[in-house]
T-cell receptor, first 113, second 112 residues
């Protein structure tokens, strides 16, 4: 039973355009959500997070949107850069970010120059 | 700040053998979690250690065990290795205020 799902295994966008990565969850007890980026041969790197009391969090080119009623979150990257090409994981936890994280399967983003 | 460090980076073991993986948390962090990432999948939570005790455990058999030392470093032990244990094993650390988890580069385990 996958509690966190990323239904798009891959996404290709042109440099300078917007990248939108999506994530759905089923467990209503999740109240903290995170996005991680992973390059080959490296561990996941934290990108941005959002608490369930918010519906939007922004950090530079990265914005995460949370729709609790739909149990859906998305990561927007504007403008996309070739260096953003990586695998992006959505993760959720039951209270705070230090506790057990449940990850989605990942979306491979390719930004073409 | 060295961040989270894991050793070794790669190793190859034979079915039935035992393996120990090591992790040093980021400076100032006291909580260590271990994850298994199979090829093409997201990381799966194995267990978490805090104050030298296992605090939470995911859906993994007892062949997977761990330890946390007084300096907060941690070990993951896997006994009676199976081919299906081949994966990237990730260690993550977090702080007392439970900010976001920081991951090491992982240990790639291959069981043959």
């Amino acid at each position: 039973d996958q509690q966190v799902k990323q239904n798009s295994p891959s996404l290709s966008v042109q440099e300078g355009r917007i990248s939108i990565l999506n994530c759905d969850y089923t467990n209503s007890m999740f109240d903290y959500f995170l996005w991680y980026k992973k390059y080959p041969a490296e561990g996941p790197t934290f990108l941005i997070s959002i608490s369930s009391i918010k519906d939007k969090n922004e950090d530079g080119r990265f914005t995460v949107f949370l729709n609790k009623s739909a149990k859906h979150l998305s990561l927007h990257i504007v403008p996309s850069q070739p260096g953003d090409s990586a695998v992006y994981f959505c993760a959720a936890s039951g209270n705070n970010a230090g506790n057990m994280l449940t990850f989605g399967g990942g979306t491979r983003l390719m930004v073409k120059p | 700040d060295a961040g989270v460090t894991q050793s070794p980076t790669h190793l190859i073991k034979t079915r039935g053998q035992q393996v120990t993986l090591r992790c040093s948390p980021k400076s100032g962090h006291d909580t260590v979690s271990w994850y298994q990432q199979a090829l093409g999948q997201g990381p799966q939570f194995i267990f978490q250690y805090y104050e030298e005790e296992e605090r939470q455990r995911g859906n993994f058999p007892d062949r997977f065990s761990g330890h946390q030392f007084p300096n907060y470093s941690s070990e993951l032990n896997v006994n009676a290795l199976l081919l299906g244990d081949s994966a990237l094993y990730l260690c993550a650390s977090s702080g007392l205020m439970n900010t976001e988890a920081f991951f090491g580069q992982g240990t790639r385990l291959t069981v043959v």
